[in-house]
RNA sequence: GCCUUGGUAGCUCAGCUGGAUAGAGCAACGGCCUUCUAAGCCGUAGGUCUUGGGUUCGAAUCCCAACCAGGGUACCA
C-alpha cells in the first residue's frame, strides 16, 4: 500500500543516479531487515516511520520506533539502540545515531550528501520528470471569463493556479493541454449588448481610448443601473416586484436579444461578434501582462448545444425522466443527492448539459487520461453531479474528473460583487503594483546601469512575483483575505524576498566569474562541512520531494513554502559564510556550487508558480 | 431544514495522510551596512491550536457533539 513518508522513497529514485539508490530507501529495508532478524517479526514498509530529524536535535534522518516496541518487548531507547547499532553496522552511510525518547536519529555521512549536491548541481533539470510516451495527458481547464466584464482578482486567483497547476503536473512527467472555454453567449451577455444598443452612442474602444473588455463591463453595469430605475419606476407605478422584474424595458430588450441571437438575427449577432472581438482584445492583454495562456480554446457558442443529445440519449435509455412538462430530469437520491434538470420544460439546456457535451468534445479531441477543472469551491455540487451524470451516460472518464476547488478571494468586507462595484480589477492591481515596484526600486537605486527598459522589465517582474506568490502561497481550497488597504508586501515571505535572494546569488556568480574563479562540480574531495552548509544541502535534496508532493496534492502552495524555506536557509548562510573571500579553495567552491544550485532550484521553483526571477534588482 | 468547507499569535498564513518544546511573515520593540546587494540578517515580546467529549504510548492533526463563519441546495452560469 502507498505509505506517506516525510522523506518520499518512491521517488527519491527518480532524480538520484539510477547506479545510486537513495538512503531512505536503503535503511528502510535495512530496518525491515533488522526488525525480522532481532525480533522475528516481519513487518509491513508502512510501520517504518523514517522523517526528517528536527533541526534541535543532531542527526539527518528520524525513525518513530515506537510500533516497534511491542515486538522488541523492550523500552523505546533499547529498542532504538538495537536498531541503531543494527544499521550503524550495516549501511555504510550512517555514521552514528543518537537516541531520544522513542525517536531514533541518524547522521548520514558528509560524503552522501556531498553527492547529493553534486548530482543536484549537475543535473540540467534537477526535480523535474521529463514527460515520455508512456506519459498521461492532462487536459486542465481554467480562467473560464464571461465576455461581458474585465477580469478581477477572482479571475487572478484562478488563471494563476490553473497555469501554476499545469506546470506543476508537466513537472510530474504528465503532459498537459491547458484549455480555456469562453463563456461568450447568454442572457448576461445580450444584457451588454442591449446597454450598448441604447446608450452607448457609438462608443469603440478606438475612439473612447478605453480597453475593450472594461468598455464592454461599463455597459453590463449601465444595464444593471438602468435596470434598477425601470424596475423602481414600474413599482412605483402599482407593480409587484416579481412584474416589474420581468417586465422591466431593459430586461424584455435583452431576452429579446437573446432570442434574436438564437435566431441568427444577422444585425444581433453582428454586434455581438463586435462586442465579443472588443472583449477578446482586452483578455489578451491581461492573459498576457499576467502571463497565463491555453492550448486549446473552447466558445460556450460552438459547444452549447452538444449537451442536449447526450441527455436525449440518457432520456431514451431510461436513465433520465420527464416530467409533465416535459422537462427532464436526473434522479440522483439513490447518490444521496437531489433531483437535477437538465433539460428545461422549453427543451433548452442549463449549465450542466453543456458541461456534458464539452466534456464529451473534449475527450473526441483528444486522448485525455485525465481532465482536471480549476472552477471555484462554489460549484463543488455541480461537478459532484457532474461526475455522476457522466458516469451514468456510460463514459468512463466521469468518475476520474477531478474538480480543482479553490477557494474563493475575499475582501474585508466579505465577497466581490461586480454589480455594487466591489471587485479588485485585475489590470488596475497589476498596474498598482508595478507602480509600487518601481518606486521602491528606484529608491533603493539598485538597478543603475539599466537602460530604462531593461529596468521597466524587472519592475513588472517583481510586481507580478509579488502578487503571484501572495495568491500561491495559501492553500487553494481555502478562502483567503485580500485588503485592498494594505498594498501586497516587498518584504518577509514574498515573491520579491525569493526573487531578491535569486538576484544576490546571481551577483555573487558573476563576480566569481569577473575574477576567473571557476566552478568544479566535482566535489569528491570535499570533506569539512558546516552544520548549515550541510542544512543546504539536505534543503536542495527536498525540492524533488516537494515537486512531487505538490503534483499529488494538487497544490502549488507545497511548492512556493518550500521555496521559502530554502530561501530562508540560503539568507543565513549568506549572511555567515563569506564566498568570494573564503580563502580555502576546496571549501569557496563548496560554497558556490550550493549558492549555484540554490539559484538554479529557485528559478526551476518560481517557474513552476509562473514567477520570473531577475538577474538583479 | 439538508449537504459541504473552514475556525492555529493583534493581522495574514504554514503545520493537519497521528510523533519530540505548535512555526513563519506582517505589525511592535531592540540590535547589525568601510567586508559577496540591508527588498537582508540577529534578538525580544506575543498561543487554553473555537469549546466539550472520545480513540491512542502519543492529538493542532483522527472520531463524535456543540458554537461561530463561508459556500451549495430542482428550470442562473
Given amino acids: 500500500m502507498p505509505v506517506y513518508d516525510k522523506i518520499q522513497i518512491s521517488l527519491s529514485l527518480k532524480f538520484q543516479s539510477k547506479k545510486k539508490m537513495s538512503i531512505e530507501l536503503i535503511i528502510r529495508d535495512k530496518i525491515v531487515e533488522a526488525i525480522d532478524k532481532s ?66 536519529n541518524l547522521t548520514i555521512s558528509s560524503e552522501y550528501w556531498v553527492s547529493v549536491l553534486s548530482t543536484a548541481s549537475t543535473s540540467p533539470n534537477y526535480g523535474i520528470t521529463e514527460s515520455s510516451e508512456t506519459s498521461k495527458l492532462v487536459m486542465v481547464e481554467y480562467s473560464s471569463p464571461n465576455t461581458n466584464k474585465p477580469l478581477h482578482l477572482g479571475h487572478i486567483r484562478n488563471n ?58 461599463n455597459f453590463y453595469v449601465k444595464f444593471d443601473q438602468e435596470y434598477k430605475k425601470e424596475i423602481a ?29 438564437e435566431a441568427r438575427d444577422p444585425e444581433t449577432i453582428e454586434l455581438w461578434k463586435t462586442m465579443n472581438q472588443w472583449v477578446y482584445a482586452g483578455f489578451d492583454v491581461t492573459y498576457k501582462e499576467l502571463g497565463v495562456d491555453f492550448d486549446k480554446i473552447y466558445y460556450e457558442s460552438e459547444t452549447y448545444l452538444y449537451g442536449k443529445d447526450e441527455v436525449l440519449r440518457g432520456l431514451n435509455e431510461g436513465v433520465f425522466y420527464q416530467k409533465e412538462d416535459s422537462s427532464v430530469w436526473a434522479d440522483l437520491t439513490p447518490e444521496g443527492l437531489d433531483q437535477k434538470i437538465l433539460l428545461r420544460s422549453d427543451g433548452t439546456s442549463v449549465y450542466m448539459t453543456q458541461d456534458i457535451g464539452t466534456a464529451k468534445e473534449r475527450f473526441q479531441d483528444y486522448s485525455i487520461d485525465k481532465m482536471v477543472y480549476v472552477v471555484g469551491n462554489e460549484q463543488n455540487y455541480h461537478f459532484q453531479v457532474l461526475s455522476i451524470l457522466l458516469d451514468k451516460l ?66 513588472r517582474m517583481i510586481a507580478l512575483g509579488a502578487l503571484k506568490y501572495f495568491m500561491l502561497k495559501v492553500d487553494p481550497k481555502k478562502n483567503m483575505l485580500f485588503n485592498p488597504e494594505e498594498s501586497i508586501d516587498f518584504n518577509g515571505n514574498t515573491g520579491p524576498f525569493i526573487q531578491y535572494t535569486y538576484a544576490r546569488i546571481r551577483s555573487v556568480l558573476r563576480k566569481a566569474d569577473d575574477r576567473g574563479i571557476s566552478i568544479n562540480h566535482h566535489l569528491a574531495n570535499t570533506t569539512d562541512i558546516a552544520a548549515k552548509e550541510l542544512e543546504l544541502i539536505k534543503a536542495i535534496s527536498q525540492f524533488p520531494v516537494a515537486v512531487k508532493e505538490a503534483g499529488d496534492n494538487y497544490s502549488p502552495a507545497i511548492v512556493a513554502n518550500y521555496i521559502y524555506e530554502l530561501v530562508k536557509e540560503f539568507n543565513q548562510f549568506y549572511h555567515e559564510f563569506p564566498m568570494l573571500a573564503e580563502e580555502n579553495e576546496e571549501l569557496r567552491n563548496l560554497r558556490l556550487v550550493i549558492a549555484e544550485t540554490v539559484g538554479k532550484t529557485i528559478k526551476t521553483g518560481m517557474k513552476l508558480l509562473g514567477i520570473d526571477v531577475p538577474e538583479r534588482m
Fill in 394 to 459: 456510460g463514459f468512463e472518464f466521469g468518475k476520474g474528473l477531478h474538480h480543482f476547488s479553490y477557494g474563493m478571494v475575499e475582501l474585508p468586507q466579505g465577497k466581490m460583487k461586480s454589480r455594487e462595484g466591489t471587485v479588485v480589477d485585475a489590470d488596475d492591481l497589476m498596474a498598482e503594483m508595478i507602480e509600487v515596484s518601481r518606486k521602491t526600486s528606484e529608491e533603493l537605486g539598485k538597478l543603475e546601469g539599466y537602460t530604462p527598459e531593461q529596468a521597466a522589465i524587472t519592475y
Fill in 39 to 104: 525480533y522475528n517479526q516481519l513487518i509491513d514498509l508502512s510501520l517504518v516511520q523514517l522523517q526528517n530529524t528536527r533541526k534541535e536535535f543532531e542527526g539527518d534522518i528520524t525513525l518513530v520506533v515506537f510500533p516497534f516496541v511491542r515486538m522488541s518487548k523492550k523500552s523505546p531507547e533499547q529498542t532504538a539502540a538495537e536498531i541503531g547499532d543494527y544499521l550503524q553496522q550495516n549501511v555504510n552511510e550512517v555514521e552514528k545515531y543518537n537516541i531520544v525518547k522513542g525517536f531514533l
Fill in 160 to 217: 494563476l493556479l490553473g497555469f501554476s497547476l499545469s506546470e506543476i503536473l508537466k513537472a510530474n512527467g504528465n503532459k498537459v493541454v491547458k484549455t480555456n472555454i469562453v463563456n461568450d453567449r447568454g442572457i448576461h451577455i445580450c444584457k451588454s449588448m442591449y446597454a450598448w444598443k441604447m446608450w452607448g452612442d457609438g462608443q469603440t474602444p478606438e475612439n473612447t481610448g478605453i480597453k475593450g473588455d472594461h468598455l464592454v463591463g
Fill in 233 to 261: 419606476q414600474l413599482i412605483e407605478q402599482g407593480e409587484t416586484k416579481e412584474n416589474a422584474e420581468q417586465n422591466a424595458p431593459a430586461m424584455l430588450g435583452a431576452r429579446e436579444m437573446l432570442l434574436k441571437w
